[in-house]
Every structure is written in structure tokens, then in C-alpha cells.
């Protein structure tokens, strides 16, 4: 009898912990056709400094997120690709404790991979100013007067 009450917790429980989606590790805005829904997915899972205009995203966190998780995370590991548009005039906001950094030749591939579904709306005119945090693996482009930001946060 204990044997089947063991058997029968262990199948709850690993049943439990199934997702509706096909991989709870990764978050990408291309499944999202509305902006509402990409920006509202966005800022469940980043610290927001202003109002987000749009949202562009590939997220990959090993422990899930935060409308997916149903067990303790383990070791965290994540690499966040997004890229937003804000107010030019919140700008600042979001580069707040980083350093400018000239990155010569820098690798732009990511930035245009998360986009390439709309482009349309990620149209700029100006050249990038680079940015990181000291100690961490933080890669932020930001293209002032239009107003948008890429940003790529790596932890491993």
C-alpha cells in the first residue's frame, strides 16, 4: 500500500511539473503577434526603467520562467537577448551605472537575429554607443535619438 502512495506522489509530481509549452526554457517574442503581449511578456522577466513602446526578444533561462516555473530553480544560467523602444528622453534611465565602451567591428548579428520578423519597426538612422557593467557579462546598444535599445545579459 505505502509502495503505491509512493508511486502515485512521484507521478503527481512529475506530471506537475510538465509545461504547456514545448520549451519552458526559452521565451521568443516571434511568438507573439501582438506588441501588448511581447512588452507584457518582456517585463515580467527584466527590471523596467521607463514605459516600453515595443519589445523584440530571445530568452533562454535553465531554471524557466516566471510564469513557468513549478519547482525550485537550480544553478542559474541565462542568456537575455531583447531589444525595446522607449522615449529617447528615458535613455538615461536604462544605461544608469554602465560604461561607455567602444566596441570597433561589433558583433551585430544577435541584434538583427531578435528583429528580423518586424524590421520594419527597428528602423534607425544614427550609429549605436556601446555600453557594459563592470564585473558583468552586459552588452547594451543604444541608439539615442530613435529612441531604442538592445540589450544582451549572459550569465553563466
Known amino acids: 500500500m505505502n509502495k503505491i502512495k509512493l508511486i502515485l506522489g512521484f507521478l503527481i509530481i512529475g506530471l ?3 509545461s504547456n509549452t514545448a520549451d519552458s526554457n526559452n521565451l521568443d517574442s516571434d511568438d507573439y503577434d501582438k506588441k501588448d503581449e511581447r512588452i507584457k511578456t ?6 523596467s526603467f521607463s514605459e516600453i513602446k515595443n519589445a523584440e526578444f ?3 533561462n535553465v531554471n524557466g520562467f516566471s510564469n513557468s516555473r513549478t519547482t525550485v530553480p537550480g544553478a542559474s544560467s ?7 523602444k522607449v522615449n529617447p528622453s528615458d535613455i538615461d534611465k536604462w544605461t544608469t551605472g554602465l560604461i561607455k565602451i567602444e566596441l ?4 551585430k548579428e544577435w541584434m538583427n537575429k ?6 520594419n519597426d527597428w528602423k ?20 539615442k535619438l530613435e529612441g531604442i535599445i538592445f540589450k544582451r545579459v549572459i550569465n553563466n
Request: hydrophobic share 30%; glycine share 2%.
Open 16 to 18: 506537475s511539473s510538465c
Open 104 to 107: 570597433n567591428g561589433s558583433n
Open 114 to 119: 531578435i528583429i528580423e520578423k518586424r524590421k
Open 58 to 60: 530571445e530568452l533562454f
Open 42 to 47: 518582456l517585463e515580467k522577466e527584466i527590471k
Open 124 to 143: 534607425t538612422k544614427t550609429e549605436p554607443e556601446f555600453y557594459t557593467r563592470k564585473e558583468d557579462n552586459v552588452t547594451v546598444a543604444v541608439y
Open 78 to 84: 541565462w542568456d537575455y537577448k531583447f531589444a525595446i
